[in-house]
């Protein structure tokens, strides 16, 4: 025990300060109004759905849960199940085996709901494009509010992308 | 014991991996397979192609890692009703690469003992097979139901719980159907395929250069992995030979993979015993390595730096002593976590006899790579055929043979500290020169074989040329092929709630393994 308190004592407090929103990730007018944004702002709840990602983009996801990043401290933490979501941040082309997984996970989150894309195929469809086996960019299977590109996005765009959903445009 | 000689002719394919291939008819798949198991052979991969355009029907593909190397085996098959005698009696891990075989090919596995799709769901009909030539891979099927028989577990309390594709927690997406009594596992069926995405369709509409990229995303987790095996794959087929610099960076690249990947699990399967601790402290040393990653290669998770030639970005001068400095640190803070995580009496009583996959068990289903190694199988690609750089440094095994999570613990924290080492003495050794050579180019269809030992275990890439730098046929293959059927046994008799520990203790790949 000596030791673990002498551990968490040596490394300290490494959490870094947030980064703020970019508009410039914004893909949609925002739908929301600006009180309900301000509730969202206060306590997040966002549920992850892989769709078909090569898997990178759930590493910087696990990073933004880190010691660095600590996204929890902005009230902003992942729940279990979409009923109890906000948000989803959705990643992947979306393959087609998981087209109808997600569009009942976005039925499943109750309105109002945001929807951010990460990733350069949550984005476009990125290297695997569309196919047979894939529908390409998310917004070609659900709305997407916020898409954040990048292969994959850093823990602090993720962060930005998150952000800029819940700000209300124009402010 | 005697050996007994090969009934066919054996071809070496080019390349610095020991490797081989050969042409057997189908009526000796079986007996060829069944003495090569008796000759301490494991089953590496098995998928099929479609030979339409090169005057044939089908073929079927084993690669089999023998002491001497890899054996590639080819077995023509019929245009009308392509189909071979099964092999999952001999190598059970070839259950479901022959029912994805038969998915993407069309090719049938006679006498199996399980027929039932696998990669297809409802993204298109049976009876259509994405990888035959004559396949449009810009067709779109209107989806169709996906009835899938799970097997029912029957009896007085036993009930079932359907957990995914989307998962609770930031993980890949899969299906997991638990019959349980009580809070005991009886049984754990995986429904996988989820994140099929036609990598392998993708491949054949590239250039040998270009596969390159999608190559580093056939597992994101593994991106280096995957780039190696590619690129020696297209430079044994081309004739093309990296720097040895080149070489030496690979090496450095792939430990880095290692120790990142290692140290992130690390820290969650402390959190999975409620070791918040752990995560925390292990992602402060995964964050630290991987900022360390973009400083000096220009990307947290290393992608796209190994190219088919060589490397896209050397090291920069003088920041070897960087890397090595940083590197002892974090090594030292994992120390200190090693013996904390030792001393912790819950968070051992919960690895220990957790998930347990016995060595005989591991050795008779084919377990592989460092989950492997935990079971007392002790394969590891860069000890059994050390191929530069590897064989300047020498590479020490770790293993174990308790096979439970505490083992794969075990062998994680060996192999930080191992490929700590390795890197360091890597960059004491760096080869001064180029770090890129310019693809050459074979006449004809050629093949190439890239066979890498990644932080999960053996990545295979098996290439075949349409001639100039057209690609004829990729099959990438992730070890988690051969281990998730281990991870439905491992969970046995354990209690629901260490799943995840279990499931994180493995950490397999669905993206790798669902192409």
């Given amino acids: 025990m000596y030791q673990l308190l002498k551990q968490i004592a040596k490394a300290g407090i490494v959490s870094e300060p947030a980064p703020q929103a970019d508009p410039a990730l914004r893909i949609i007018e925002q739908q929301l109004g600006e009180l309900i944004l301000e509730h969202f702002g206060r306590a997040l709840a966002i549920r992850h759905v892989d769709a078909g990602s090569c898997n990178g983009c759930e590493l910087e996801i696990h990073a933004c849960n880190g010691p660095y990043y600590n996204l929890e401290r902005l009230g902003i933490k992942f729940v279990a199940s979409p009923r109890h979501a906000d948000m989803l941040l959705v990643t992947g082309p979306v393959s087609r085996n998981m087209e109808t997984a997600l569009r009942r996970t976005w039925e499943a989150t109750p309105d109002p709901k945001l929807v951010v894309a990460l990733g350069d195929c949550g984005c476009t469809g990125g290297i695997f494009g569309e196919s047979y086996a894939s529908c390409g960019r998310i917004s070609n299977v659900i709305p997407v509010d916020v898409a954040v590109p990048g292969c994959p996005p850093t823990p602090v765009r993720i962060m930005q992308g998150i952000l800029t959903a819940i700000t209300a445009s124009g402010r | ?515």
């Fill in chain 2, 1 to 515: 014991m005697q050996l007994k000689k090969p009934a066919f002719e054996v071809q070496r394919i080019p390349g610095p991996m020991p490797a081989s291939g050969a042409t057997i008819k189908p009526e000796d798949l079986r007996s060829v397979c069944e003495n090569a198991r008796a000759q301490n052979a494991r089953l590496v991969a098995l998928w099929g192609s479609d030979e339409a355009e090169r005057g044939g029907g089908y073929a079927l593909h084993v690669a089999l890692a023998t002491p001497s190397g890899l054996l590639w085996l080819s077995v023509p098959l019929a245009r009308e009703h392509p189909r071979y005698p099964g092999i999952a009696d001999i190598f059970p891990a070839a259950l479901r690469m022959q029912r994805a075989a038969y998915d993407l090919v069309g090719i049938h596995a006679q006498d199996s003992a399980d027929h039932r799709k696998w990669l297809r769901h409802g993204a298109w009909p049976g009876g259509t097979f994405p990888l035959r030539k004559d396949f449009d891979a810009a067709a779109r099927f209107a989806p169709s139901g996906d009835d899938y028989p799970f097997m029912k577990v029957g009896g007085e309390g036993v009930h079932e719980i359907p957990v995914g594709p989307v998962h609770a927690g930031t993980i890949e997406p899969g299906h997991f159907r638990f019959s349980i009594v009580g809070e005991k596992v009886l049984r754990l069926e995986e429904r996988l395929g989820y994140k099929h995405k036609g990598i392998e369709k993708r491949f054949e509409t590239m250039t040998l250069a270009e596969g390159a990229k999608l190559a580093g995303r056939v597992s994101g987790d593994s991106t280096v992995a995957y780039a190696w095996a590619y690129a020696m794959a297209v430079e044994g087929a081309t004739g093309t030979e990296p720097p040895r610099r080149a070489l030496a960076l690979r090496g450095v690249l792939l430990e880095l993979e290692r120790i990142g990947n290692h140290l992130g699990d690390l820290g969650y399967l402390g959190n999975d015993v409620a070791l918040a601790f752990g995560f925390y402290q292990f992602w402060r040393l995964k964050e630290d390595l991987l900022r360390l990653n973009a400083a000096l290669f220009g990307h947290r998770y290393l992608m796209d730096l190994i190219v088919p030639g060589g490397v896209a970005r050397d090291l920069p001068r003088n920041e070897g002593d960087r890397l090595v400095d940083r590197l002892e640190r974090i090594q030292a803070e994992a120390r200190t976590l090693k013996s904390i995580y030792e001393e912790h009496a819950g968070a051992q009583d919960r690895f220990i006899t957790t998930g347990k996959v016995p060595p005989e068990i591991a050795e008779r289903m084919g377990l592989t790579g460092l989950a492997g190694r935990a079971s007392g199988q002790r394969h590891d690609l860069r000890v059994n055929h050390p191929i530069p750089p590897y064989e300047q440094v020498g590479v020490n095994i770790a293993s174990h043979t308790r096979g439970d999570v505490a083992a794969r613990v075990s062998v994680r924290f060996d192999e930080v500290f191992e490929s700590v080492r390795l890197v360091q003495a890597l960059l004491a050794q760096l080869p001064p020169g180029e770090t890129l050579a310019p693809l050459a180019a074979r006449p004809g269809a050629q093949r190439g074989v890239g066979w890498v030992e990644g932080w999960r275990g053996e990545v295979l890439i098996a290439l075949e040329t349409a001639g100039g730098d057209r690609i004829h046929r990729v099959h990438p293959h992730d070890p988690s092929w051969q281990n998730w059927p281990l991870l439905e046994r491992s969970v046995l008799g354990n209690i629901v709630p260490d799943f995840p520990l279990i499931n994180k203790s493995f950490n397999l790949s669905y993206s790798g393994h669902d192409l």
